[in-house]
């Protein structure tokens, strides 16, 4: 196995200091700690400090500004530096870029004023630290500043009334996240650059300036969380009414503020650009317009918690863009409108808590695609649950409660398998619970009370391992409370309450936990005092004596039977391995190795031994949270130890959640777990050794090179172990760090995606996951970088920096990708010039005269086209892996045939079936006949694509059948032989 991507570590040595002649000094995105050396900033020949992304802690010198007379951008971000910002920084009169985000910077005023001073400064961030006090005043004076971003301190007081008028270049403001107050000044309306105006969160007072529609260059509006209202008391013009000004406003966001207005009688005028409407919990009046479907590019429209009436307009079913409609809690009449129907892309629908009425549309089972939140509780709705509802098999939340519902509860509901949370509470429901909701692994929270339900507690409940509420009261419901329910671990809350349960309250597992408010008014029921219900009657000891006189002889008669014939078979089993030993060859015997390494215990002592005392010879790399090593185990196999730094926060989490996965997934293109070794003070994880070490180090290191089929083939690799985590196993899981150093290559150039170490788990598809584990920049997708969320699209991403990187050679932090441009906008103008051979690796090409010039050019094209498709800013307008995987195997059949005139090549075609070949024997342990059918049907086939005459080859596609017709038989073949093996074991035991 090779190793995580290699980071450098330790402190910076002082020595940098004493280089006379540097002037770009890029260190970030390592694991540096300690100190900054006070040598860095005396160095007059830089213009460049990059030192973000890394453990880099102290205090910056108070001298800083007095060495550095040519500096011009300063990168300190997301590092653990404190103390303030030294005011000497104002003699750094070159600085056109600092930036020091996420860090600990403190104190009261420590935005100095001397900031103001630098006459060329164009970017500032300092936003997600510890500042406080007041924003120095000298900063909205700064005519050369394009953005400034405080967000996330302390920061407090009010904004200049004449802020606006010494910006003249500003483009981005970014204030959110502090306690600021007062006013929002007309004044800002003269920053006419504006395009980013970003507030939320604060205290700002008083009305909305409708002085801000001036600003004709506003792409996003965010005042959302303060306490601003609009001034409609007069004539003049208040701000939504000059909504319409703003042609390029894409974000509006004004939720959480007491705005009491009435929305405008029609959106018609509005920008057609809009994609974000967030007005939420602002006391807003009125209908909705009828012409609100004219904002075709709307994805969300929030107007949750206002006093709204009148119908949901038809008109909505234009908003083809539309992920997310939250419309509850307000006063909407009416029906819900079949025309919803037609929002295919709609992920949350939320209706809660208004006064609609009539049925549920069945259409809306038709969402499969992207529905996920489906709440249209609290209203007046009295039609039956259609069945097509569960028809969604990827949705998360279901909320039908406090309707009218009835009718009964289809067993279908064992469909929605990824389902966290089902409340049909409240309704008129009755018949008995299915029991197919035992089937829902993900389920969290389940709630039924107060409906007519009947029957039995279904026993299947106790499968619900991820249960952490069940609500069953106020039912019907009869029989015992399955003991199977003692299973559920994670139950926290149960209330079976007002029913006609009878016989013994179990005692074990989450019982131990529960009280009598769980089961009040149910008169059968008996058990411990503390649930308060009467002790149960227990049986006579001679009725006990009677049954286990005719029980026990029974069973000791059945274990007799059962160790016979398993003794029988691991005799024969023996005997069979001893002969096999001695027939087949070492090539052979070395390939029955694997199987029994999957299941050997390694003890610390023999790791130990295996890397000569972790010796710094065996080091394959050096991980965030591990240091990983080779290793030959006593029996000689080689070896990957990965030892996870314990002494690191989030170390021991890493250990677990790669123990987790790692041996709960099988699948041929993901690194295989041999063994785990846990104790108090050292934990580590012994993997498959991968002798071709990391994609990366193909990539960029000296004498390595790769072919454009070799890359494609790598990654169809990646894409197949991707989409096995995403759509093949029983719970998605998210790996959450695709990067060319998670992906190790074999002997045959095999790819294995490696490093689980912050990967997820997901309780369903797409669930909206959180996390604080930070993944690589560069490669973590947007939504995962900003709010931590996690999803399966989040992967796809990754996976398009992915190929966007294994074919221009070119690391998406590399240093010319700052500022607007990034690898993404890279390839994506260059394919828009048509000039995709400027951008690709130079290597792959060829010369234009090459015959497979063109060929080449266009499998690369398709490509990269697919990769940008994987890139999509948005989640849900991201292609998922199954289509990213089918894609890129389209792409290479083409690209094979292109290359040789529409037949496959004699070297193209042995490649695919060496591959293929290879993954048979990696597979399983065939028989050696059957495998002996397998290959020579293979070789015939190779032979036949490689005949003479160019009419007379095999043609790829004909090719690729054949081989699965191969695999068919063998798996057909060997299935035959075993069964005949255990009738034979059977009949020859007796």
């Known amino acids: 196995m090779g190793g995580p991507k290699s980071k450098l570590g330790g402190t910076i040595p002082h020595e940098i200091g004493d280089l006379p002649n540097l002037e770009k000094l890029n260190l970030g995105v390592n694991n540096l700690n300690g100190l900054i050396p006070s040598s860095v900033f005396n160095i007059s020949t830089l213009t460049v400090i990059s030192l973000g992304s890394n453990q880099l802690s102290g205090s910056l010198p108070l001298n800083i500004g007095l060495g550095l007379p040519n500096l011009q951008e300063l990168y300190l971000g997301e590092n653990k530096l404190g103390g303030v910002i030294p005011k000497s920084i104002s003699n750094v009169s070159q600085l056109t870029i600092l930036s020091m985000i996420y860090n600990n910077l403190r104190g009261t005023c420590t935005i100095p004023h001397e900031i103001g001073d630098l006459p060329n400064l164009e970017k500032l961030n300092l936003g997600v630290n510890n500042l406080n006090g007041l924003i120095p005043s000298s900063i909205f004076n700064m005519s050369t500043i394009t953005v400034i971003s405080l967000v996330s301190n302390q920061l407090s007081g009010s904004l200049p009334l004449n802020i606006g008028l010494g910006l003249p270049n500003l483009q981005e403001l970014y204030l959110g996240g502090n306690k600021l107050g007062g006013v929002i000044p007309k004044s800002i309306s003269n920053a006419s650059q504006l395009t980013i105006l970003d507030m939320v969160n604060n205290s700002f007072s008083s009305f909305i300036p409708s002085t801000l529609c001036t600003l004709t260059k506003l792409q996003t509006l965010k005042f959302g969380l303060n306490n601003l209202t609009i001034d409609s008391s007069t004539q003049e013009v208040n701000l939504l009414s000059c909504l319409a000004n703003l042609r390029n406003l894409t974000k509006l966001g004004f939720n959480g503020n007491p705005l009491n207005a009435r929305l405008p009688n029609s959106f018609r005028n509005l920008s057609t650009s809009l994609q974000h409407i967030k007005l939420a919990n602002c006391n807003m009046r009125g209908n909705i317009p009828n012409d609100i479907g004219n904002l075709s590019n709307l994805i969300v429209l929030n107007l949750g918690n206002n006093q709204l009436s009148g119908p949901i307009p038809t008109s909505m079913g234009g908003l083809q863009n539309l992920q997310g409609?939250?419309?509850?809690?307000?006063?909407?009449?009416?029906?819900?409108?079949?025309?919803?129907?037609?929002?295919?892309?709609?992920?949350?629908?939320?209706?809660?808590?208004?006064?609609?009425?009539?049925?549920?549309?069945?259409?809306?089972?038709?969402?499969?695609?992207?529905?996920?939140?489906l709440f249209l509780r609290f209203n007046l709705l009295n039609s039956t649950i259609p069945s097509t509802l569960w028809g969604l098999t990827d949705i998360l939340q279901l909320y039908l409660s406090s309707n009218s519902l009835t009718g009964r509860l289809s067993d279908r509901i064992g469909n929605l398998k990824v389902v966290q949370a089902i409340d049909l509470t409240n309704n008129r429901l009755s018949g008995s619970i299915p029991s197919t909701i035992g089937g829902l692994q993900a389920l969290a929270s389940l709630s039924l009370a107060n409906n007519g339900f009947e029957g039995p507690i279904p026993s299947s409940f106790g499968e619900l391992l991820s249960l952490e509420i069940c609500d069953l009261s106020k039912n019907n419901l009869s029989g015992i409370i399955p003991k199977s329910l003692e299973a559920l671990l994670y139950l926290r809350y149960l209330n079976l309450s007002f029913n006609r349960l009878q016989g013994e309250i179990p005692t074990g597992g989450t019982f131990l936990n529960l009280s009598a408010q769980s089961f009040l008014s149910n008169e059968g029921l008996c058990g411990a005092p503390r649930f308060r219900v009467p002790p149960c009657k227990r049986k006579s000891d001679r009725s006990i004596l009677m049954r286990l006189k005719y029980i026990v002889p029974g069973i000791i008669s059945a274990l007799l039977l059962v160790s016979l014939v398993l003794i029988l078979i691991i005799r024969r089993k023996r005997k069979a391995e001893v002969a096999s030993e001695t027939t087949?060859?070492?090539?052979?015997?070395?390939?029955t190795l694997l199987p029994q390494l999957q299941w050997r215990r390694v003890a610390y002592q023999e790791l130990l031994r295996a890397t000569n005392r972790f010796d710094e010879c065996n080091?394959?790399?050096?991980?965030a949270f591990g240091t990983v090593y080779r290793g030959t185990l006593s029996d000689g196999i080689n070896v990957a130890i990965k030892v996870f730094k314990l002494e690191l926060e989030r170390a021991f989490t890493s250990f677990e959640r790669e123990c987790e996965v790692l041996s709960n997934i099988c699948h041929r293109n993901l690194i295989k777990v041999i063994s785990c070794c846990s104790q108090i003070d050292f934990k580590a994880i012994v993997l498959n050794y991968m002798p071709n070490g990391s994609l990366e180090k193909w990539l960029y290191s000296p004498n390595f090179s790769l072919n454009i089929l070799q890359r494609l083939n790598i990654m169809i690799d990646v894409a197949s172990a991707v989409q096995y985590l995403h759509h093949g196993y029983d719970t998605p899981i998210v790996h959450c760090d695709l990067k060319p150093s998670n992906i190790l290559l074999?002997?045959?150039?095999?790819?294995?995606?490696?490093?689980?170490?912050?990967?997820?788990?997901?309780?369903?598809?797409?669930?909206?996951?959180?996390?604080l584990t930070l993944a690589t920049i560069g490669y973590m997708a947007p939504e995962y970088g900003l709010e931590g969320i996690v999803t399966r699209r989040g992967d796809v991403y990754s996976f398009g920096i992915l190929l966007l990187e294994t074919f221009t050679n070119r690391r998406p932090t590399d240093e010319m990708f700052d500022g607007e441009m990034s690898l993404k906008q890279w390839v994506e103008n260059a394919l828009f010039a048509d000039a995709i051979v400027e951008v690709i690796d130079t290597s792959l090409l060829g010369i234009e005269e090459d015959l497979a010039f063109v060929s080449k050019r266009e499998c690369i094209s398709s490509i990269m086209r697919l990769a940008l498709a994987c890139c999509v800013e948005s989640p849900e307008q991201r292609i998922n892996m199954q289509e990213a995987l089918a894609t890129l195997d389209k792409i290479k059949i083409k690209f094979l045939m292109d290359a040789s005139g529409g037949v496959v090549k004699n070297h193209h075609l042995i490649d695919v079936l060496h591959r293929k070949i290879s993954l048979f024997r990696k597979e399983e342990n065939y028989d050696f006949v059957s495998k002996g059918d397998c290959l020579s049907s293979v070789m015939r086939l190779a032979l036949a694509s490689c005949a003479e005459s160019p009419e007379q080859r095999t043609s790829m596609q004909e090719a690729l059948i054949e081989l699965d017709q191969i695999k068919i038989k063998l798996l057909k073949d060997l299935f035959e032989v075993q069964c005949r093996m255990c009738d034979k074991l059977i009949i020859d035991g007796f």
Do not use: W
Request: charged fraction near 15%; charge should be negative; glycine fraction near 14%.
């Open 746 to 771: 074999d002997d045959d150039m095999v790819a294995y995606v490696s490093d689980f170490g912050i990967a997820k788990v997901l309780g369903g598809e797409d669930s909206m996951t959180q996390t």
């Open 325 to 373: 409609l939250y419309l509850n809690g307000n006063k909407l009449q009416g029906h819900i409108p079949d025309e919803l129907c037609q929002l295919e892309n709609l992920a949350g629908l939320f209706l809660g808590g208004n006064q609609l009425t009539g049925s549920i549309p069945s259409c809306l089972g038709d969402l499969t695609r992207a529905l996920r939140y």
């Open 619 to 623: 080091l394959l790399g050096i991980g």
């Open 584 to 591: 087949l060859s070492p090539q052979l015997q070395e390939t």
